[in-house]
């Protein structure tokens, strides 16, 4: 198991542009989530998948923003038309319970998003 | 809205003595409490989580306190070591909701 997956690890593009980031989760996590990091503050939460269902979202994200999961395995984030504010890392984590004193989520090492 | 709060952004601590990193909160609805450490290019790791029936978790040189009535916790590291320079973020989240709640975090040198 070589852990959470995210591709690319890098993405620069031009503002108005769209771009999809894809997380590999560990094969046996049911639960997948999705953190947006920008500098200088903690993550924070952008929603949430129990296999393919999609059980909670954010008010950061936007219209411009939809992530899948089909079937239960991988996950896409993909951003539309990005802004000069979308500039961040995109953290995807997953777990087998919900996060409690049973341990936390496992992060991915994200991706970083620079819109010029 | 911060909900959860880490008010040092910096702490510098010589090898071999104690490390304390702190965390406010002020929703009363969390039930979990977390610390994850993040070195540079990684994502955070999970470190150590306390419920808050509890008031104490300990899991080897590392030390959760939570203080309910203060909104409090803390992490110890004894003895601190110089592979603990990171971040660390506290996070919280209640039984209701999915999402972690993320401190802004606090960067941990510990010096040889």
């Known amino acids: 198991d070589t852990g959470v997956s995210q591709n690319p690890r890098h993405k620069i593009t031009k503002r108005g542009q769209n771009v999809t980031f894809r997380c590999d989760p560990i094969s046996e996590h049911n639960r997948l989530y999705w953190y947006r990091q920008t500098l200088g503050q903690g993550p924070e939460f952008l929603t949430y998948?129990?296999?393919?269902?999609?059980?909670?979202k954010s008010r950061l994200l936007s219209d411009r923003f939809s992530a899948e999961r089909p079937k239960g395995s991988f996950s896409t984030l993909e951003i539309q038309r990005t802004e000069q504010g979308d500039s961040a890392m995109y953290l995807c984590a997953s777990s087998l319970n919900l996060v409690g004193v049973i341990g936390g989520y496992t992060f991915g090492s994200g991706t970083r998003l620079t819109v010029v | 809205d911060q909900q959860v709060k880490q008010n040092s952004p910096s702490l510098s601590v010589q090898e071999g003595r104690i490390s304390i990193l702190n965390c406010d909160y002020t929703n009363s609805m969390f039930d979990y409490f977390l610390w994850y450490k993040k070195y540079p290019a990684e994502g955070p790791t999970f470190l150590i989580s306390?419920?808050?029936?509890?008031d104490k978790n300990e899991d080897g040189r590392f030390t959760v306190f939570l203080n309910k009535s203060a909104k409090h916790l803390s992490l110890h590291i004894v003895p601190s070591q110089p592979g603990d320079s990171a971040v660390y973020f506290c996070a919280a989240r209640s039984n209701s909701g999915y999402a972690l709640n993320f401190g802004k975090g606090t960067s941990l040198l510990v010096t040889p």
């Open positions: 998948f129990q296999n393919e269902a999609q059980l909670e």
């Open positions: 306390i419920s808050s029936i509890k």
